[in-house]
């Protein structure tokens, strides 16, 4: 599984197993539908196709835009301490 994941494909094998078994859990509960393993990972990997690199930029520039703010709040500080 490891030596094929996609560019898309951002979780750990473990993470992957329980998000399987978390969406086979969710068609049960919610539609009392029963789906597989591989149906439930074709629907994982729909998803993470379609979002994940999304979601993780964002990710990305929400701490690039902290460590601005962060930086900045510094600069003043430094600033202040001069003589």
């Known amino acids: ?33 029963e789906i597989g393993m591989i149906a439930a990972g074709n629907i994982l990997d729909h998803f993470l196709e379609s979002v994940a690199l999304e979601i993780y930029n964002s990710g990305v520039e929400d701490a690039v835009r902290l460590v601005k703010e962060r930086f900045e709040s510094l600069e003043m500080d430094l600033e202040s301490l001069k003589k």
């Open 1 to 33: 599984m490891a030596d094929s994941k996609r560019k898309w494909d951002l979780l750990s094998d473990n993470t992957r197993r329980r998000c399987i078994e978390e969406t086979i859990e969710f068609f049960a509960d919610e539609h009392d539908e």
